[in-house]
């Protein structure tokens, strides 16, 4: 079973650059979340989804946006990337509000 | 405002002894509280949780304990392993739509 799947692994980015992470789970979850892990910080909730087509703002929303077109993905996307968005990025999905499934992370840098 | 506050951020335990971990909430209004365990290079994986209706629950040699006066849960691991060394974070939310709110972590190792 893949679970979470997270795209890409690893990216480099110049400040104002645009990207996007996309996210995959195969387990039909109903909640999808995008969370940042920065050092000392733990984890903070970006956005997060409840269902297909719909979409929340969490604790740290600026400078991020969401879409969750179909159920089994996830798209996190970074208009004008910033050096303070450096981090790794962890999506998550879930039965219930409660996130039972991350993966891996992607590790990005913005110079 | 943090609204879960946990300790210690590092520890350092003998293989074999008992590890603690300590998290403190504000919210009375929670009543989920779930620890995850990562692995360097690896998402958070949910390791345990339990619900305000207990004092207790043990899965294996890991337990949590709840003091709801207190508005406190720790997480203990007994007969601490290697394998256990990697960074824990607790968490809290209520019932419904609420996400959970992550504490800041704590990374444990475990020498031999």
């Known amino acids: 079973n893949a679970g979470v799947t997270q795209t890409p692994k690893f990216r480099v980015l110049k400040t104002g650059q645009s990207m996007t992470l996309l996210c995959a789970q195969d387990m039909n979850h109903e909640y999808m979340y995008w969370y940042r892990q920065d050092p000392g910080m733990g984890l903070r909730l970006i956005h997060y989804s409840v269902g297909e087509g719909t979409t929340a703002k969490g604790e740290v929303p600026d400078g991020y946006n969401v879409s969750r077109l179909k159920k089994q993905n996830f798209l996190l996307g970074l208009e004008s990337a910033a050096p303070s968005q450096t981090s790794v990025y962890f999506c998550?999905?879930?039965?219930?509000?409660?996130?039972?499934?991350f993966g891996d992370g992607t590790r990005l840098s913005i110079l | 405002q943090q609204q879960v506050k946990q300790s210690p951020q590092s520890l350092i335990v003998q293989k074999g002894g008992i590890s603690i971990i300590n998290c403190a909430y504000e919210?009375?209004?929670?009543?989920?509280f779930p620890w995850y365990q990562q692995f360097p290079g690896k998402g958070p994986a949910l390791l345990i949780a339990?619900?305000?209706?207990?004092s207790e629950k043990k899965e294996g040699r890991f337990t949590i304990s709840f003091n709801k006066s207190a508005k406190q849960f720790s997480l203990h691991i007994m007969d601490s392993q290697p394998g256990d060394s990697a960074t824990y974070f607790c968490?809290?939310?209520?019932?419904?739509?609420?996400?959970?709110?992550f504490g800041k972590g704590t990374r444990l190792s475990v020498i031999a």
């Open positions: 339990i619900r305000p209706d207990v």
């Open positions: 968490a809290a939310s209520t019932s419904g739509n609420t996400p959970l709110v």
């Open positions: 998550a999905s879930g039965r219930q509000v409660q996130p039972q499934h």
């Open positions: 919210n009375t209004a929670f009543d989920y």
